[in-house]
């Protein structure tokens, strides 16, 4: 893996270097009591002790390939006579609240098992963990559009809770470098601190920098594989490898292909993935997770291949083909899926630890790849009206999903590592064209967690409410030039739908292709902030008319109309300011 070294702090924490300290205390660069058996540094923060006629564990092997995984922290390390006392306060709370939600609902013994086992014996570990903690218990999260953030305002908006976490992680960060300078570095704990470190800038919003701590994670994964398979690491490091870390850097990829110019790693074996049937919840959410990456990828694919070959009449006869192929294994997913929860409910319930309820979140991805899949050869928007069972599915099951994850408040945790209902909830509420399942969908949106994985909630809620309001107001105007009040019509619908939530209320009497005419439908959207340039098909003069400053957001709508000669349809492309 290519690596950009950076030397980490000089700065000693502390007064003069001790010779005879324990280890742990060394790699932390403080100094050691040297109280033996353990010295009081090491026990206050409940780590383990040893000194240099001890064995910390197993040596690590020095890895074949160099490690990076951060630039070296920007923030001061900085100690005091109760940071032990609040380390020990966050890792409880990492313990009792934070772990359950991380986890997602499965994953479970990664977060509350095999990562406090390691933190034990590993400081790196140990910091990152509660740092993770801190800033769950204290969110300041970064909510803007994913590369649209004011990196200068970052800095000084921190609460002093937020600023003690970041100087657990910049100590993480220091300890990693460390250990990759002296060349003891443990691939294995290196990678499992590459999650943590993900999970850091992630639960901040920071995804820049958490898309590069992926792309080295999985560049490290390919190394320690290639060990694996020449025997040179243990079974049981082997096993975590292939069953937990992989899986879960798996998911984060997927979930990272909906940001534009992410390429999908080199682990996904699509050829492998198998949907006769399931032995575990596990298997089948590993085995969505690779489907619905192949949908992504499709969907790309077939956009690019519009856009260059000028619509739907042109689509080659081999993308035609894929995209039976790619409905034929959703089916069987579904089914061999189906089969495994009525053998799960006939033998016992899903256990309690489990916060989560796993089903209903498997079940939006697949009504979500669903859509994708349907949708992808044509600009056509009408086509989704033929998919309001998955619409419905995507936002009954997203409301059995957000029940289970509440805390005891009602409130939903600010952060899920794993990937959430969030990208099917955008789905439907940006193709499903019916007024009140359209709603429901952005009502679950903005309950969600903020930040799900690699998925930023609040700002794609709020594309998806301009996106409804243009379509809608778009669609009155030019109903009304053909004497209909889609207006009132819009407003029965949603006074239908009142009161708790049931699929069955949908009211399908009337085609939707009438209330928001193909004319109205935007077909594809995007953000962009003034200061950083305008799209490819945006003019100055599409922007000056609304005479914006350098940071005004303006969301670009590209739409389908009828050329009054030809009878063709064309896109064409225009923009309108934001209010977030």
Not at 225 to 254: D, Q, Y
Request: charged share 20%; glycine share 6%; aromatic share 8%.
């Amino acid at each position: 893996m290519a690596i950009n070294r950076t030397t980490p702090p000089s700065g000693r924490i502390g007064s003069s270097k001790s010779r005879s300290g324990c280890k742990t205390c060394k790699i932390r660069r403080v100094k050691c009591g040297e109280e033996k058996p353990s010295c009081l540094r090491c026990t206050s923060t409940g780590r383990k002790c040893d000194f240099e006629n001890n064995a910390i564990g197993t040596s690590p092997p020095t890895p074949s390939t160099p490690i990076s995984l951060l630039p070296s922290p920007s923030h001061t390390l900085s100690s005091s006579p109760n940071s032990g006392r609040r380390e020990r306060r966050a890792f409880g709370y990492y313990f009792q609240h934070a772990a359950q939600y991380l986890s997602g609902g499965m994953d479970i013994d990664f977060w509350t098992g095999v990562v406090p086992q390691i933190c034990r014996t590993e400081p790196a570990v140990w910091d990152a963990i509660i740092a993770i903690s801190a800033l769950f218990e204290y969110p300041d999260q970064c909510l803007d559009f994913t590369f649209l953030r004011d990196k200068q305002k970052d800095a000084h908006l921190l609460k002093q809770s937020q600023k003690e976490a970041l100087v657990w992680y910049s100590r993480s960060i220091s300890s990693i470098h460390s250990q990759i300078e002296r060349g003891c570095a443990d691939p294995y704990i290196a990678l499992i601190s590459c999650v943590l470190f993900i999970c850091v800038e992630t639960i901040q919003g920071r995804m820049e920098e958490a898309l590069q701590l992926l792309r080295q994670g999985m560049s490290l994964i390919l190394d320690l594989r290639l060990k694996a398979l020449h025997g040179t690491v243990s079974a049981s490091k082997a096993a975590l490898l292939e069953n937990t870390i992989i899986p879960l850097f798996l998911r984060l990829n997927t979930i990272a292909l909906t940001i534009s110019g992410t390429q999908p790693s080199e682990l996904f074996s699509f050829e492998n993935n198998k949907y006769d049937g399931f032995s575990s919840l596990g298997s089948a959410r590993q085995s969505i997770t690779t489907l619905g990456a192949e949908c992504i990828l499709f969907q790309r694919d077939a956009g690019a291949h519009l856009q260059a070959f000028g619509g739907d009449v042109c689509v080659s006869q081999d993308l035609f083909i894929k995209q039976q192929e790619l409905q034929a294994r959703l089916a069987r997913w579904k089914k061999a899926y189906t089969d495994l929860c009525q053998s799960i409910r006939h033998k016992s319930p899903i256990p309690l630890e489990y916060p989560i309820y796993p089903e209903p979140t498997l079940l939006t991805y697949h009504a979500a790849a669903s859509v994708y899949v349907a949708g992808s050869l044509t600009k056509h928007e009408t086509v989704y009206d033929d998919y309001l069972d998955d619409f419905r599915e995507i936002v009954e099951q997203s409301s059995l999903t957000l029940d289970a994850s509440e805390k005891p408040n009602g409130a939903q945790p600010p952060f899920t590592f794993e990937m959430g209902v969030g990208l099917p909830l955008f789905v439907a509420a940006t193709k499903c064209r019916h007024p009140g399942l359209r709603r429901r969908a952005l009502q679950l949106l903005r309950r969600a967690p903020p930040v799900q994985g690699f998925y930023k909630c609040p700002p794609v809620t709020a594309l998806a409410e301009h996106l409804m309001q243009v379509e809608e107001g778009h669609s009155v105007v030019l109903n009304q030039a053909v004497g209909r009040d889609a207006a009132a019509e819009i407003a029965a619908i949603v006074a239908s739908q009142r009161g708790p939530f049931s699929g069955n209320h949908i009211d399908e009497t009337m085609p939707l292709s009438l209330i928001i005419p193909e004319e109205a439908r935007i077909c594809d959207t995007g953000v962009f902030r003034l200061r950083d340039g305008l799209p490819h098909d945006v003019s100055e003069d599409d922007v000056m008319k609304w005479n914006p400053g350098p940071e005004q957001l303006f969301m670009t709508l590209r739409r389908l109309r009828r050329d009054p000669v030809t009878t063709s349809w064309e896109v064409y492309c225009d923009c309108i300011p934001m209010k977030v």
